[in-house]
């Protein structure tokens, strides 16, 4: 199958040969640990599938650069090509875009998590861009035996200064192929560019709004089977038996089959029902007698979990960071302040649900479909099948949401399972239902936040505890929390004495990543401690966090640039209130600040103002429309939704009772994106973790009523 999103290695390698020459840039990992390189290969058909590039010019002079990040929705399509297309002088509007083959030792980590994609890859792309421009220059000074110096590139097109003659990328592209390119290219300052820092209109979107682009559950393949699969629905419930035989009698449906998939360590057993169609997948699975043994797993509930949590907080716990001497602190302290805070297990959710094709072959597989993770599922898949790397190919589409969800190589291990038993490519499509019962979630947590004040309202001393699972450590003898559960707390506070420490929980509940992970829970917990912190201080929350970060220039310019934008520290209306929080999130930093108001009797939130400072920004518009998706998303983890366990089950099972924020719900969103010349960080995820606490601290300023527990019902208050 290919697809829009996809080049095959060999289709790759016939279009290097049939238009003239080409110059290829490639970016590749040597070793584990050392450097990028850069490399020059001419596109012979001796290179074979190790023939792959970043960037294509044919003699025509059509140019093709390559995105090596999966696309999610986040723009990396659009904005890694940007980067070369910058000091390759070329027009971003005229060039050609297409993904690149999942290659790690061609494209390295093509894993999109973290909001990492554009900070691990920006010196890269850049050196890419500027070594082809270099080679290209080269070129057209020896066909006019002048000197490199004497010639400079724009728009495609190399030029000679004192004759101003010009030559075509195209026209160069031959004898530029032959020229080794440098590994340190001299790069563009800055102040010169002419892509990074603009919106120019992304190439990806056109087929997204008329249906031409290609989703993973868009893909089909000849003969394959659709698989539709029972799960215990409580968690690590072991299959005892299964009656098929009115499964089997749904027409169309082919094969009952028992298989597995691995969740951080967990083996999780389900039943598949093989069809000619989902349709009749479905109809099969819904007659499907299965036996489970759920153990004394049934006992465990929302209440339960949170009592044991509510124990587990008296234990000293791992010290990730420690400073001062907080015993002295407190002991001595004019003021002391403690609360709690709790968060629930949040589900993912994307608009396209699971989904993976899997073809296992006796010498050879392929996969079809989205994810985060191309690589993963490459060498997940080779170990599971027992096949080299080489003879996997991973043919990876757009992604409808991911949010961390398809960063996990659990989906194709089910689809690779069920095509090995059943000899055919077998499509596995979770339903709503399987999607938001079946996990793995955020974890859900308990912060307990102590502290202490002077005379004079001064922050002397500050312990914060988080009380959860780890994802990195949910099976095996462990009992100590890593320091990956305290993401989100702000050491950047100038604190005398301060002590951030984990409890770890382990449960059958399976946890991973979630966008912004601990962020979004522990910053719900900090800032809105640090504005009860101020309130008992008697000074204006937002400046009693610059009071504080009085030597972090980032921060103050965020928190200055929303006050203003706010209107802060104007009079307020009656029956109106705003709140503010802020993190550090992927390198970037954020400021929110929310204003909520009564409007016939009912809170409003009336609008969402987002201060982001991630560096160099490759495209303002990609960074305000990730952070206006995280502002809908953290409305609603705040007062819209989260799960609830009951008899060893999730209760919410679709849209119904597990609600999104609706469009006419959307407060007005505004974001700022600050300019400046730091190293590029991170931007779709920043936006998400202070949202809550800028809400729940908004809405304390209008009633005095403090939500320490989220989600809480807007209408109740």
């Not at 592209?173 to 563009?188: C, F, T």
């Not at 499964?247 to 691995?262: C, D, E, F, L, N």
């Not at 799960?643 to 999730?650: A, D, Y």
């Amino acid at each position: 199958m290919k697809t829009s999103q996809k080049l095959q290695r060999r289709e790759f390698i016939r279009l290097t040969t049939m238009s003239g020459a080409a110059v290829f840039i490639v970016g590749y990992f040597n070793e584990k640990g050392k450097s990028p390189q850069i490399a020059n290969f001419s596109g012979d058909d001796s290179l074979g599938a190790k023939m792959n590039a970043y960037i294509f010019i044919d003699s025509s002079g059509r140019i093709t650069i390559y995105n090596n990040r999966p696309e999610m929705g986040q723009g990396t399509f659009e904005s890694i090509p940007m980067i070369i297309a910058e000091e390759l002088e070329v027009d971003i509007d005229k060039i050609n875009i297409m993904q690149s083959p999942a290659i790690r030792k061609i494209y390295g980590d093509q894993m999109v998590v973290g909001s990492r994609s554009i900070s691990e890859n920006f010196d890269l792309m850049r050196k890419i861009g500027a070594s082809a421009k270099e080679i290209l220059i080269t070129a057209a000074a020896n066909r006019w035996k002048v000197k490199t110096d004497d010639c400079y590139s724009q728009n495609a097109v190399v030029i000679h200064r004192a004759s101003g003659k010009k030559l075509t990328y195209g026209e160069l592209a031959e004898d530029a192929s032959k020229i080794s390119p440098s590994q340190n290219p001299e790069l563009k300052d800055p102040k010169d560019f002419k892509i990074i820092g603009t919106s120019p209109a992304r190439k990806d979107i056109p087929s997204k709004i008329n249906g031409q682009a290609v989703f993973g559950l868009d893909c089909k393949v000849n003969g394959m089977l659709y698989a539709s699969i029972e799960r215990s629905p409580v968690f690590l419930g072991k299959l005892i038996s299964f009656d098929d035989t009115k499964s089997k009698a749904v027409k169309g449906v082919r094969h009952v089959i028992k298989t597995q998939r691995h969740v951080w360590g967990h083996l999780r057993e389900g039943v598949a029902v093989l069809a000619d169609t989902y349709w009749a997948a479905v109809q099969g699975r819904k007659v499907l007698e299965v036996k489970w043994d759920n153990g004394d797993l049934e006992s465990w509930s929302t209440k339960s979990i949170k009592e044991d949590y509510r124990k587990a907080a008296s234990q000293d716990g791992a010290i990730f960071t420690e400073r001062g001497n907080l015993k002295n602190a407190f002991n001595t302290a004019a003021i002391q302040i403690e609360a709690s805070y709790e968060t629930p297990y949040q589900t993912h959710a994307p608009m396209e649900p699971m989904n993976a094709i899997v073809y296992a072959k006796k010498n050879s597989v392929e996969f079809w479909g989205s994810t985060q993770n191309p690589n993963g599922f490459l060498s997940s898949l080779a170990k599971q099948c027992g096949v080299a790397e080489e003879d996997v190919i991973i043919h990876y589409t757009y992604m409808g949401g991911a949010f961390g969800r398809r960063s996990l190589t659990d989906v194709p291990e089910e689809a690779a399972d069920l095509s090995m038993k059943s000899g055919a490519p077998v499509k596995v499509v979770w339903s709503r239902e399987d999607d938001l019962t079946q996990g793995p979630f955020r974890a859900c947590s308990l912060n307990i936040c102590k502290g202490c004040l002077d005379n004079n309202g001064n922050l002397i001393a500050l312990e914060h505890k988080v009380i959860c699972q780890e994802i990195n450590n949910q099976t095996g003898d462990s009992k100590t929390a890593g320091d990956a559960i305290a993401g989100g707390i702000n050491t950047e506070y100038a604190i005398p004495n301060l002590a951030i420490k984990g409890v770890l929980r382990k449960f059958y509940i399976p946890i991973s990543y979630w966008r912004s992970v601990y962020h979004s829970t522990n910053c719900f917990a900090h800032e809105s401690f640090m504005d009860e912190l101020a309130v008992n201080a008697k000074k204006d929350p937002l400046d009693f966090r610059l009071s504080l970060l009085k030597d972090h220039a980032r921060y103050t310019a965020i928190l200055n640039t929303v006050a203003e934008k706010t209107g802060w520290h104007n009079p307020r209306k009656s029956n109106s209130g705003m709140g503010v929080a802020i993190v550090q999130r992927s390198g970037a930093f954020t400021a929110a600040v929310a204003e909520v108001a009564r409007i016939n009797g009912k809170v409003k939130v009336v609008k969402i103002t987002v201060a982001i400072d991630s560096g160099i920004v490759i495209s303002p518009d990609n960074i305000i429309a990730q952070t206006e998706g995280c502002v809908v998303m953290g409305l609603t983890a705040a007062y819209k939704s989260g799960l609830t366990i009951e008899n060893g089950k999730v209760v919410e099972q679709n849209f119904h009772n597990y609600e999104m924020l609706r469009i006419n719900e959307c407060p007005e969103i505004e974001v700022i994106v600050m300019r400046n010349n730091y190293e590029p960080e991170g931007g779709g995820e920043p936006g998400l973790p202070p949202v809550a606490p800028a809400l729940t601290n908004a809405i304390f300023n209008m009633t005095g009523k403090r939500i320490r527990e989220l989600p809480f019902n807007l209408n109740m208050i």
